[in-house]
């Protein structure tokens, strides 16, 4: 009994993340109530690979299109391991979609931090490192995959879909927006929202600012490129200047011209 209790919070561990999973796994709970939660400040991130479908054909040749599958389950696979890193340890896995990953930070009291942001960093650093990731899978496997990277902040309900097959997810406009984030990207580029871009630039990040781009429903939008890690030590006490909800420092003057959206 006990070892199927072990087996149990094992499974749904790896199913759920293990602040949601311990929640069903307490025994007063009844599985059909719907969990969900209210973060202030997370910190959303998909990661698209937008050539992979070309990358993808199904022939006799190669399985049927399984040696396609077998590249991309080890992408995914390696960007997973990374998540193990302690530096990313605020990082939560929320999906992935075909060729897209979605991860987010802050979704719990001990991996939100408000003070040294250190979540905002960490999904930073996580974006830069899956960049380098699909780099090094280019190099042994001879391929030419391009990552395009979205990252937004801000407020997002988390919670539970589904009894027999639960399935964690957020939403939310900051996620809303974190997808367009990616959507109307540049192959190889981390873009991010102003709101991003007042944390990390405070944090020592290199960042350069993009200008203003039409967002779907959303209208004009300044944002900005993260262009490498930051130099400086990140658990010191960090603050943003301004006066918007998260920081308000004024957009920088755009330095580059206005690239058109790729999809
Ligand atoms: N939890 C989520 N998981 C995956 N994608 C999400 C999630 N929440 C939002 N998105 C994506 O964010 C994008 C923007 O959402 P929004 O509601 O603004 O647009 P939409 O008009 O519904 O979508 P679209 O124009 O892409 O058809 C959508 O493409 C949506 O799929």
């Given at each position: 009994?006990?070892?199927?209790?072990?087996?149990?919070?094992?499974?749904?561990?790896?199913?759920?993340?293990?602040?949601?999973?311990?929640?069903?796994?307490?025994?007063?709970?009844?599985?059909?109530?719907?969990?969900?939660?209210?973060?202030?400040?997370?910190?959303?991130?998909?990661?698209?690979?937008?050539?992979?479908?070309?990358?993808?054909?199904?022939?006799?040749?190669?399985?049927?299109?399984?040696?396609?599958?077998?590249?991309?389950?080890?992408?995914?696979?390696?960007?997973?391991?990374?998540?193990?890193?302690?530096?990313?340890?605020?990082?939560?896995?929320?999906?992935?979609?075909?060729?897209?990953?979605?991860?987010?930070?802050?979704?719990?009291?001990?991996?939100?931090?408000?003070?040294?942001?250190?979540?905002?960093?960490?999904?930073?650093?996580?974006a830069?490192?899956?960049?380098?990731?699909?780099?090094?899978?280019?190099?042994?496997?001879?391929?030419?995959?391009?990552?395009?990277i979205?990252?937004?902040?801000?407020?997002?309900?988390?919670?539970?879909?589904?009894?027999?097959?639960?399935?964690?997810?957020?939403?939310?406009?900051?996620?809303?927006?974190?997808?367009?984030?990616?959507?109307?990207?540049?192959?190889?580029h981390i873009q991010?929202?102003?709101?991003?871009?007042?944390?990390?630039?405070?944090?020592?990040?290199?960042?350069?600012?993009?200008?203003?781009?039409?967002?779907?429903?959303?209208?004009?939008?300044?944002?900005?490129f993260l262009?490498?890690?930051?130099?400086?030590?990140?658990?010191?006490?960090?603050?943003?200047?301004?006066?918007?909800?998260?920081?308000?420092?004024?957009?920088?003057?755009?330095?580059?011209?206005?690239?058109?959206?790729?999809?």
């Open positions: 009994m006990e070892h199927l209790q072990a087996y149990n919070r094992k499974l749904l561990a790896n199913i759920l993340p293990v602040h949601v999973a311990e929640h069903f796994l307490a025994s007063d709970k009844h599985a059909d109530e719907l969990y969900h939660e209210q973060c202030e400040f997370v910190c959303v991130m998909f990661a698209s690979i937008p050539n992979f479908s070309e990358f993808y054909v199904e022939l006799e040749g190669n399985n049927e299109g399984v040696e396609c599958l077998r590249v991309l389950n080890e992408i995914i696979a390696d960007f997973d391991e990374l998540l193990e890193e302690e530096r990313f340890r605020y990082v939560e896995k929320i999906k992935s979609t075909g060729a897209t990953y979605m991860a987010a930070s802050g979704l719990t009291r001990s991996t939100c931090d408000m003070k040294n942001y250190r979540h905002v960093s960490a999904m930073a650093d996580y830069l490192r899956i960049r380098e990731q699909l780099n090094e899978v280019n190099e042994h496997s001879f391929n030419n995959f391009k990552i395009r979205g990252i937004n902040i801000g407020p997002v309900v988390a919670g539970v879909i589904g009894a027999r097959k639960p399935q964690y997810d957020i939403w939310g406009n900051a996620v809303n927006v974190a997808s367009r984030m990616d959507s109307t990207g540049i192959l190889d991010v929202t102003q709101e991003m871009y007042q944390i990390l630039h405070a944090k020592g990040y290199p960042l350069t600012c993009r200008g203003s781009i039409k967002v779907k429903g959303k209208g004009e939008m300044v944002t900005y262009n490498g890690y930051s130099t400086r030590p990140q658990n010191t006490p960090t603050s943003v200047s301004g006066d918007s909800s998260i920081g308000g420092a004024t957009p920088a003057t755009p330095t580059t011209p206005v690239p058109a959206p790729t999809s």
